[in-house]
């Protein structure tokens, strides 16, 4: 029995076992769900917009929101065109603080010659004239060792404004009956009146609103205080404890200010 050479045996299929695969297909996804080597190396030169941040760049990103004046590296930026440095910013703050000081100095030392020259203005008197004034007449007959205590003034400084307030007919003394050592003061009826509708001295104002402060801030004033004065160099100047300025004994309490004083544009507000 012949066989055809042209046909398989065992009915076997006719066409190649090698058959090449259509070129179309090359590079496609399989129905296995596999990818093709395009779709891989896409993926792996291209970010995942879904990946979340990861902890260095979280913490990257916290420190460029909190400090944006300086990088990740931690190095200051470079200073651009309208902007200011640290250092030029500290020292502007601190200038700030000084004039602000400086202004509150002169708004005290202001506050008291504006009380001085109204004082002057409407009674004719200094501060420590009207103290002295106002402690006779609440000491009765009185030394003039007790008027100087009260006051906190010297004895030569009281004796020196008596001087001025007898000439003017304001007050007079005379010797104790009971020991010739002794001299008292008393005030005339124009004294009397004169005190009576003279303005309260500043200091006044000051001691009512100091007393109703805690004593926290009454030792915070103190120490600040005596702090700008050893600032200034002022802690050993003599000083007594009255709001006034100039020499507390002047020679001439009834001289209204000046035309220099009314020229000063300081003069006319509280600056």
């Known amino acids: 029995m012949q066989?055809?050479?042209?046909?398989?045996?065992?009915?076997a299929s006719a066409e190649p076992q090698n058959r090449a695969e259509p070129a179309q297909l090359k590079g496609s996804r399989t129905t296995?769900?596999?990818?093709?080597?395009?779709?891989e190396v896409r993926k792996k030169v291209a970010p995942n917009p879904t990946k979340k941040p990861t902890n260095d760049s979280k913490s990257d990103l916290k420190s460029t929101q909190t400090n944006p004046g300086i990088d990740k590296n931690g190095a200051e930026p470079k200073i651009g065109r309208g902007q200011i440095s640290r250092k030029e910013l500290e020292s502007l703050l601190l200038m700030d603080k000084i004039e602000e000081v400086l202004i509150t100095l002169r708004r005290l030392i202001r506050a008291t010659d504006l009380h001085s020259k109204q004082l002057v203005k409407t009674a004719g008197l200094t501060a420590p004239q009207l103290l002295l004034l106002q402690a006779i007449r609440e000491q009765g007959q009185v030394t003039i060792?007790?008027?100087?205590?009260?006051?906190?003034?010297?004895?030569?400084t009281v004796t020196t404004i008596l001087d001025r307030l007898e000439k003017r007919g304001l007050v007079y003394r005379e010797r104790s009956s009971e020991d010739k050592r002794k001299v008292h003061a008393y005030l005339t009826d124009e004294g009397?009146?004169?005190?009576?509708?003279?303005?309260?001295?500043?200091?006044?104002?000051?001691?009512?609103?100091?007393r109703d402060l805690r004593e926290w801030e009454q030792s915070m004033i103190i120490s600040s205080l005596q702090r700008v004065a050893l600032m200034m160099d002022a802690e050993h100047?003599?000083?007594?404890?009255?709001?006034?300025?100039?020499?507390?004994?002047?020679?001439?309490?009834?001289?209204?200010?000046?035309?220099d004083d009314k020229k000063d544009p300081e003069s006319h507000g509280d600056k």
Do not use: C, M, W
């Open 3 to 11: 066989f055809d050479q042209n046909t398989t045996n065992y009915g």
């Open 32 to 39: 296995e769900g596999r990818e093709t080597p395009h779709e």
């Open 145 to 156: 060792g007790a008027l100087a205590k009260e006051i906190s003034l010297s004895q030569a």
């Open 192 to 210: 009397a009146d004169i005190i009576r509708d003279a303005p309260t001295p500043l200091q006044e104002h000051f001691v009512k609103q100091f």
């Open 237 to 259: 100047i003599d000083a007594s404890p009255v709001l006034d300025v100039g020499d507390l004994d002047r020679k001439d309490s009834r001289n209204l200010p000046t035309q």
